[in-house]
């Protein structure tokens, strides 16, 4: 599961992943065939989950994981513990760099695990290392 042998912390990564595959069920994506389910876990326990909802107009369309996250800063929530992903197919791939900026902007090195819905590979990855040098507008 781990990437560079990293602790994968005191997580409920099941019940994550479960909510993941829930969302990636009902993801709209009938243009590129890529759902993608999206479960971050807050601060105070909760799970807010998300799916990539595609449009006619491509560029229109959201990834998994700022549903997610738009969807739990909504409700008031601002702190973030970890965040899991259920991906189709064989392959793990980890969140585009919009994704990676957006997710930065309220927690800097959040843990985020990938399943591969094919084969059920698992690899933990830290925000921080996929993108180490966050645009900010802090001094
Ligand atoms: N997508 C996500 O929702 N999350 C990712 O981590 C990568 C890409 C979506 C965007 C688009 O709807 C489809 O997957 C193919 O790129």
């Known amino acids: 599961m781990n990437d ?4 994968p912390g005191p997580f409920p990564w099941e019940e994550l992943l ?7 069920a009902r993801a709209y994506a009938p243009f590129s065939g890529f759902p993608v389910g999206a479960a971050l876990l807050c601060a105070g326990g909760e ?3 998300g799916c990539n909802v595609e449009n006619s107009s491509y560029p229109l369309g959201i990834c998994a994981e700022r549903a997610a996250l738009f969807s739990a800063v909504a409700a008031g929530k601002r702190e973030f513990r970890a965040l899991a992903l259920k991906i189709p197919g064989r392959r793990i791939s980890t969140p585009c760099g919009a994704c990676r900026q957006v997710l930065s902007e309220f927690c800097k090195d959040l843990p985020i695990l990938v399943e591969a819905g094919e084969t059920g590979e698992r690899r933990l990855f830290r925000l921080a290392a996929l993108l180490p040098h966050p645009f900010t507008l802090e001094p």
């Open 18 to 24: 479960s909510s993941a595959g829930e969302a990636a």
């Open 4 to 7: 560079n042998n990293q602790d």
């Open 47 to 49: 799970v807010f989950a």
